[in-house]
């Protein structure tokens, strides 16, 4: 029996990350089958970072929040202590921050001519244009832009 896609079933509310989620398992899939010399393997390779900032795009501008900027969720409510508050107000940034370093320690112990280096250095500059996006949307805008 097929899942009905009401408005209140799993996987209606969450069509858009599992949708992402199993295009980066389908890339990981194909790429550990194929060779990073090939043009199909070069591609998937740079798919799956690709696809692991839309990802965590989706995902963390649902979850957490970034004061001032237009593409992160709103907040419920203010926080009583200030670094609570500070913590919850750039919740997005420090994420990425912290994800981000982890994911450069990863790149730094790699050889990155390797067949997954080359994946996880494509990795740390997505989440540092991601993390940039987040950053230049709290300051900077764009005429005709929704959020702007």
Do not use: C
Not at 32 to 56: E, K, M, Q, Y
Not at 59 to 73: C, F, V
Not at 113 to 119: I, R
Not at 138 to 143: A, G, H, N, S, Y
């Amino acid at each position: 029996m097929k899942p009905s896609l009401t408005q209140n079933s799993f996987l209606q509310k969450h069509s858009l990350s599992l949708t992402a989620l199993g295009i980066v398992a389908l890339l990981i899939a194909l790429y550990s089958r194929s060779n990073p010399s090939t043009h199909w393997g070069s591609f998937f390779g740079n798919a799956i970072a690709d696809w692991s900032g839309v990802l965590v795009t989706v995902l963390m501008t649902k979850h957490l929040y970034e004061k001032g900027s237009a593409e992160s969720k709103r907040p419920k409510s203010k926080v009583l202590s200030a670094t609570l508050e500070f913590l919850y107000e750039h919740s997005l940034t420090l994420f990425l921050l912290i994800t981000g370093l982890g994911w450069v320690l990863a790149f730094k112990a790699m050889n990155p001519n390797s067949k997954w280096g080359q994946v996880v250095g494509n990795i740390v500059s997505e989440w540092t244009q991601i993390l940039g996006l987040v950053l230049m949307t709290k300051r900077l805008m764009e005429i005709g832009s929704k959020e702007s």
